[in-house]
């Protein structure tokens, strides 16, 4: 890596900065004098140190001002503020050796944010519950961003430092040691990137590398990064460079893109397309990498086969599914309110909902046509990080719908060829909340905590000031506190109903529907009609798929199933009650 600090073959050190437009750069050694590092062409600043190890901290100082951390710095342990420290990315004895990764139709995901899976809040402590996901069904575990951001919590999305893991989950050998307890389990480690903007609070570049960003261009969180215009060159190799460093030297799986309809980026050969290259022409030659993003505008484009991303998160799915258990029709929930039923079962069997269509939320027409795509392309979900969290209060699904509705989407969702994820707790209907938190300080603190409550000030349930204060302040350690997971849950009612019902459902996921998804596979048909939900796919091995689900009043009647997979609450003569799922598969 051309970034950052590298150890080198006889000993010492190389420390490299890119810092266009400094005319002058230092190396600030812990507890010694400033070492002037030598002008390079192109804006680079290098210096070598003999007597420089593992262990080492540094930071760097441009034309006599503040001193910074390396942006490329693999370990920062006092946060980001601090001097970076150097490290031995080879020093780490992997166990993995045989490990190859799993093809893409076998992924069950598993979003988790490290600092509130367990109540250490470790990589350490997250190692030592692994083996429970992968007995219920789990094969891949995704974890919120992990580059280092300001204080002691953060969801992630606020990282300033891309490379150096977040020091308070544990040392980058330990997170290595959580991907190799992973792999040795059969699961797959996803890490989820924020390749759109920096945090605001941490981010020196701004102040001594102005061309890292493209002012004019902007995003919801100021100047875009420059993916496009002069200078870009450097710019797009370190986001590169970041992308292959998690997927070759943690020995990731795979890679979640965050927003990337954030990312402003004309050139010919997009940063997301780059990236997806690197990433198969390099560790993806020798195993299963995968690459997933979230893109609320729907390019279908972009996905696999004609496209070079794996799969995409499916907001559509989520966004009619929870119209259809709760009644909520605030925000872009409106855009799926007219027909909940129809829209999820779109989603089901083409993916998308908006392929075109005009969104009345935003506006214009969205989304590309997707029903040629294969169902795996779509990572499919009732909740996630964002859907809990970025509610005021935090609420998880199973505190707003009840348990019989969400019985029948858990099955629509568990037993549909799409890529399913559950959210942290989600297993078990966990009671804590998922509330948005961080640690800032000061006037952004402030700022943070007001921008907050006065985002909702256009709810009903939130239009008065008395109302709004009650949403937590996310800076409080309370609010951090109170999104911890409860793990004694799981054996109380009513979450170890969900849990059995959610273990039942991917075991004959895993029985059943898997075996059946390896190879070329299309969009399915949308078979029924008002409120009767019932979707039919052509999977890869010529069998013919099919979910039937009643979300009406009046029980509904089909056809008995020539091999029924799941019969939920609904009878073998083939009718349905209000909330039945009914799941057959129909072998040539």
């Keep these: 890596m051309n970034f950052g600090a590298s150890l080198l073959p006889g000993g010492g050190v190389r420390f490299r900065l890119w810092a266009l437009g400094a005319r002058r750069a230092e190396l600030l050694l812990q507890d010694g004098p400033a070492r002037p590092m030598q002008a390079q062409a192109g804006g680079w600043h290098a210096l070598d140190v003999p007597g420089a190890g593992p262990g080492t901290r540094y930071r760097f100082r441009l034309d006599g001002g503040h001193p910074v951390p390396d942006p490329a710095s693999r370990r920062n ?41 367990t109540p250490e809040g470790t ?27 300001p204080g002691a919590r953060n969801w992630g999305y606020d990282g300033v430092l891309p490379f150096a893991p977040e020091s308070r989950y544990g040392t980058p050998d330990e997170l290595k040691a959580l991907v190799d307890r992973a792999h040795a389990l059969g699961l797959m480690v996803l890490v989820d990137v924020v390749y759109n903007h920096f945090g605001p609070d941490g981010n020196y570049l701004h102040g001594y590398c102005p061309d890292f960003f ?60 780059e990236i997806a290259q690197a990433l198969q022409a ?38 009619a599914a929870h119209v259809l258990a709760t009644g909520e029709t605030d925000g872009y929930y409106a855009d799926y309110a007219d027909a909940p039923v129809q829209r999820l079962a779109r989603a089901l069997a083409q993916g998308f909902v908006y392929q075109g269509e005009r969104s009345a ?36 699904l199973s505190a707003l719908a009840p348990a019989g509705r969400l019985d029948a989407l858990y ?48 709810f009903a349930a939130f239009a008065d000031a008395a109302a709004r204060a009650r949403i937590p302040d996310p800076n409080a350690e309370q609010t951090f506190a109170r999104s911890r997971l409860q793990w004694d849950e799981r054996a109380q009612p009513p979450h ?45 091995d010529g069998s013919r798929w099919e979910i039937a689900a009643n979300f009406g009043q009046a029980p509904a009647v089909l056809p008995p199933a020539a091999r029924p997979i799941l019969h939920l609450h609904a009878a073998p003569d083939g009718s349905l009650p209000p909330w039945a799922v009914r799941v057959a598969v129909e072998v040539p």
């Design 361 to 396: 939320h935003q506006g214009g027409p969205r989304g590309e046509p997707s029903g040629a795509l294969p169902p795996t392309a779509f990572v499919s979900f009732l909740q996630n990080h964002d859907q809990v969290g970025n509610r005021a209060l935090g609420e998880r």
């Design 77 to 117: 342990p006092g946060d980001v503020h601090g001097p970076s420290e150097v490290t031995d990315p080879s020093a780490y004895a992997w166990q993995d050796g045989g490990w190859r990764g799993r093809p893409w139709h076998e992924a069950v995901v598993y979003e988790l944010h490290v600092g509130c899976f």
């Design 214 to 273: 493209n002012p004019a261009q902007q995003t919801p969180w100021g100047a875009a990064i420059n993916f496009d215009s002069a200078h870009s060159a450097e710019v797009r190799a370190f986001f590169v460079a970041n992308a292959l460093y998690w997927v070759e030297e943690f020995h990731a799986d795979g890679l979640r893109l965050d927003a990337v309809h954030q990312i402003r980026d004309g050139s010919p050969r997009p940063i997301v397309e």
């Design 496 to 540: 170890r109903e969900r849990l059995a019902l959610v273990r039942r459902l991917l075991a004959l996921r895993r029985a059943h529907l898997v075996p059946r998804l390896a190879g070329p596979m299309r969009g399915g048909q949308v078979l029924g009609g008002g409120e009767l939900l019932h979707v039919r796919w052509t999977l890869a």
């Design 123 to 149: 990589f350490a402590a997250a190692a030592g519950r692994l083996a429970e996901l992968a007995e219920l069904g789990i094969t891949a575990i995704e974890l919120m961003p992990l580059a280092d951001a």
């Design 282 to 319: 390099g560790p993806g030659r020798r195993r299963h990498v995968h690459l997933v993003l979230e893109n609320d505008a729907n390019q279908a484009s972009r996905l696999a086969p004609a496209g070079l991303a794996t799969a995409q998160w499916n907001d559509d799915l989520h966004h």
């Design 411 to 458: 099955a629509c969702l568990l037993l549909a060829p799409h890529i399913p994820m559950l959210f942290m707790g989600e297993e078990y209907a966990a009671s804590t909340p998922f509330l948005y938190f961080c640690d800032f300080q000061g006037a952004l603190a402030e700022a943070v905590r007001e921008g907050r409550r006065n985002e909702f000030r256009r």
